[in-house]
């Protein structure tokens, strides 16, 4: 998919290694490369990257039944606020819908208004709390939002 001179593309493991950094650019704690590529590496999880040309931003979808997540997005700093996020997420759920499944689930800190407001505009509603959950943040809660099919 083409939008707005980024291509979305699907990743692979070997891409991991420039995954792993951009991460580590977006979270106090990122993701190895490892971790990355065992995710990559299982059958129900998906990568989906914006290049433009290198890698501008990632998410990672979980796709188990009728269950779709999204286990983490994260865009380059220098690249935000270019509608990169949304249009990963655009992506995502269409691969979510097409895969079968009927809801996507997500988890944000509460401290985390960006993605919150992100979520929001795509029609993301919160579902259920998890109290304490995000010990790097000084154990700020966990969000759950739900966009349902
Ligand atoms: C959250 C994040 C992925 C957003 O990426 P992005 O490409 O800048 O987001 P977009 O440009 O697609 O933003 C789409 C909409 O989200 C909202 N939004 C995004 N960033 C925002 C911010 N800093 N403040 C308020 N609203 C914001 C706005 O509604 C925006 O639309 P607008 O620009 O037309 O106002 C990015 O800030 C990031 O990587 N943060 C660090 C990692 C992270 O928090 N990941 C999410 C974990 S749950």
């Given at each position: 998919?083409?939008?707005h001179?980024l291509?979305i593309t699907?990743?692979?493991?070997?891409?991991?290694?420039?995954?792993?950094?951009?991460?580590?650019?977006?979270?106090?704690?990122?993701w190895?490369?490892?971790?990355?590529?065992?995710?990559?590496?299982?059958?129900?999880?998906v990568?989906?990257?914006?290049f433009?040309?290198?890698?501008?931003?990632f998410?990672?979808?979980?796709?188990v039944?009728d269950?779709?997540?999204?286990?983490?997005?994260v865009?380059t700093?220098k690249?935000r606020?270019?509608?990169?996020?949304?249009a990963?997420?655009?992506?995502?759920?269409?691969?979510a819908?097409a895969?079968?499944?009927?809801?996507?689930?997500?988890?944000?800190s509460?401290?985390?208004?960006?993605?919150t407001?992100?979520?929001?505009?795509?029609?993301?509603?919160?579902?259920?709390?998890?109290?304490?959950?995000?010990?790097?943040e000084n154990?700020?809660?966990?969000?759950v939002?739900?966009?349902?099919?």
């Amino acid at each position: 998919m083409e939008q707005h001179g980024l291509k979305i593309t699907r990743l692979s493991p070997a891409h991991s290694g420039a995954m792993s950094a951009l991460h580590q650019s977006g979270f106090a704690s990122g993701w190895s490369r490892e971790a990355i590529e065992t995710l990559l590496g299982s059958a129900h999880c998906v990568g989906l990257g914006a290049f433009g040309p290198e890698l501008f931003g990632f998410l990672l979808l979980s796709l188990v039944a009728d269950e779709a997540e999204i286990l983490t997005l994260v865009v380059t700093p220098k690249h935000r606020r270019r509608g990169i996020a949304r249009a990963l997420l655009e992506q995502a759920i269409i691969t979510a819908k097409a895969s079968g499944a009927a809801s996507l689930f997500l988890e944000v800190s509460t401290e985390n208004t960006a993605a919150t407001a992100l979520y929001t505009t795509l029609g993301f509603e919160e579902t259920g709390r998890r109290p304490g959950y995000y010990q790097s943040e000084n154990g700020a809660d966990a969000v759950v939002m739900v966009l349902r099919f």
